[in-house]
């Protein structure tokens, strides 16, 4: 699903022949928690690149200061997590069509000549594994989207890009889904309301919401679920979420977390950066694993 040119990559024949391993990283505060390292570091393994992929701990002043002390080390890229994707946006001195839309990135490559790429690969990372991992077709479908944040706006393009035949987006504060409508109204049939005004059965809801961290769910209609209703949380867990769990006792065909969306998502940014597109599947299984230890 990579939409960059190739020149736009770093070149991996050259860099897997390095001496030292090429550095990359993911960038956030805080970051301990972050899967990514586990991730990126399984892709390089099994496509035998010579990387090295570490979490750092960024300064939530001084974002340019954490990111430019990364390059000196010789950070090839880093990906980006909370609170610095818009930062990273604005560190950026290019910008690929999905982050210009997305308004934030969530990853970065460092050229050469000095020049820094932006992009954002969680749309791409949820398309992949909703069709791919789980074969389910959005392509002429009827789609609500629960949330109208960062989260949400990320995912937009490469969701239209697959046309469904509409999607709503619902939130508690009516003026942004309005707003995230027009702005993505060139794509595809694009509305928003308020989490109440949802009317109508889905084929396809994504919950974008942090609600399930909080255990609380969006005050959506009952009704917007039926039989062949497949439901999306981003958030993921040890345990079921709230959102997936109301959704399979109202009868839900299918519910799936977002744990697969990080993993598509990393490989992405992985393909981005080398060149190489990593099978995601084992890797997938390892974390699902890792999160029931």
Request: net charge negative; proline share 4%.
């Amino acid at each position: 699903m990579g939409v960059l040119n190739m020149t736009l990559t770093n070149e991996p024949s050259e860099q897997a022949n390095a001496s030292a391993p090429d550095l990359y990283a993911v960038i956030g505060s805080p970051i301990q928690h972050s899967k990514s390292p586990l991730i990126h570091n399984a892709f390089a393994q099994q496509t035998q690149q010579s990387l090295s992929y570490e979490a750092v701990l960024g300064d939530e002043n001084d974002f340019k200061g954490s990111v430019d002390a990364f390059r000196a080390r010789g950070g090839c890229g880093l990906n980006v997590t909370v609170p610095f994707k818009q930062d990273a946006f604005q560190y950026a001195t290019e910008h690929s069509e999905r982050a210009l839309r997305a308004g934030a990135v969530n990853t970065l490559v460092f050229r050469e000549d000095g020049s820094v790429l932006a992009e954002n690969t969680d749309g791409v990372g949820i398309v992949t594994d909703i069709q791919n991992n789980h074969q389910v077709l959005i392509s002429d479908k009827r789609v609500l989207i629960l949330g109208a944040g960062g989260a949400v706006r990320g995912i937009l393009e490469p969701l239209l890009s697959q046309r469904p035949a509409e999607v709503v987006i619902a939130n508690r504060t009516v003026s942004k889904a309005e707003e995230l409508a027009t702005d993505f109204s060139d794509l595809g049939c694009v509305a928003g309301c308020g989490f109440e005004a949802v009317e109508g059965v889905f084929d396809l809801i994504i919950n974008g919401t942090s609600a399930s961290l909080a255990g609380e769910l969006p005050p959506v209609p009952e009704a917007v679920i039926g039989a062949e209703t497949v439901c999306y949380d981003m958030m993921y867990g040890a345990d079921q979420t709230v959102f997936n769990a109301w959704a399979d006792r109202l009868g839900a065909k299918k519910t799936i977390d977002g744990l697969g969306m990080l993993v598509e998502q990393a490989a992405e940014s992985f393909f981005i950066w080398r060149g190489i597109r990593p099978e995601t599947g084992a890797v997938l299984e390892k974390q699902r694993a890792l999160l029931h230890q």
